[in-house]
């Protein structure tokens, strides 16, 4: 751990944290520079306890002293500032006290996570990061096995979804997937039953879905706007559907996540 106390902004190293507000920017540069960012001292400590190794800190001079028993004996660079400064090179405040650009693991082959799993989460296009970081949690909390999330999903490691998730998202095992909806034939020959969460004339209701769920089961999660896409609905073994009151046809795909989770739980 190398404490190196800043008053400007001129170090290449920086660069990890500079303008962490343009979403575009985050998307070009943290995965294809094979980083992500960790925000707070209990996100940094899980991702540490998940094995993955930090390239850079940023702190608060006042949060320091909480982040040395994390980072003792580590050969890392620790920039220390007041909060006027790093404000103005990550472009909002550091109100939870630090930041780390941690290098990405290597993904998981699918084949791998599915091997022992009985419940897995498919996310199919999902784009909002609070929504998938909430996913991330209601999977960790309510025993889920694993996650994929498909080509054009939003990134579970981008900073707002790791933050909503708090952190879950570094000790739940995720991959994504190469194809969609073709990996779902790979989910089926795996002996998964796919159950699609969506509305639909044939949908079955959740509560009598999971009266007699299958033993190896991969819930299918849609898109916020429009939900699950026709390809993906005719992947499904069984459309499942949660029955709602007074009107209201749905819930956020996040809550919705919880509400499946719960009921479909392995027993």
Not at 140 to 167: E, F, I, K, N, Q
Not at 185 to 191: H, S, V
Not at 240 to 258: Q, W, Y
Request: charged share 20%; aromatic share 4%.
């Amino acid at each position: 751990m190398h404490v190196i106390h800043i008053d400007n902004l001129t170090d290449e190293r920086l660069g990890d944290f500079a303008n962490l507000t343009d979403v575009a920017l985050r998307r070009r540069t943290e995965p294809a520079g094979g980083l992500y960012i960790a925000e707070s001292p209990k996100v940094i400590s899980r991702a540490l306890a998940a094995g993955h190794r930090p390239r850079a800190v940023l702190v608060l001079q006042q949060w320091l002293d909480d982040l040395r028993p994390l980072l003792d004996g580590l050969d890392v660079p620790v920039f220390v500032g007041e909060s006027e400064l790093l404000e103005s090179l990550t472009g909002f405040n550091l109100h939870r006290g630090a930041l780390a650009s941690m290098h990405r693991p290597p993904l998981t082959p699918v084949s791998d996570l599915l091997r022992d799993a009985r419940r897995v989460v498919v996310l199919e296009d999902i784009v909002d990061h609070t929504n998938v970081g909430a996913i991330f949690r209601s999977v960790a909390g309510l025993g889920a096995d694993a996650v994929l999330v498909t080509p054009r999903c939003a990134d579970p490691l981008y900073r707002r979804s790791v933050r909503v998730s708090m952190g879950t998202v570094l000790q739940v095992p995720w991959t994504r997937l190469p194809d969609w909806p073709d990996g779902a034939t790979e989910l089926r020959a795996a002996g998964f039953h796919i159950a699609a969460l969506a509305l639909a004339d044939n949908a079955r209701s959740l509560d009598e879905f999971a009266a007699n769920a299958p033993e190896r089961l991969a819930i299918v999660l849609g898109t916020e706007g429009d939900g699950l896409s026709r390809a993906a609905l005719d992947a499904a073994d069984t459309i499942v559907t949660i029955p709602m009151m007074h009107g209201v046809d749905s819930l956020n795909v996040a809550s919705a996540s919880a509400v499946a989770l719960y009921a479909l739980r392995s027993r």
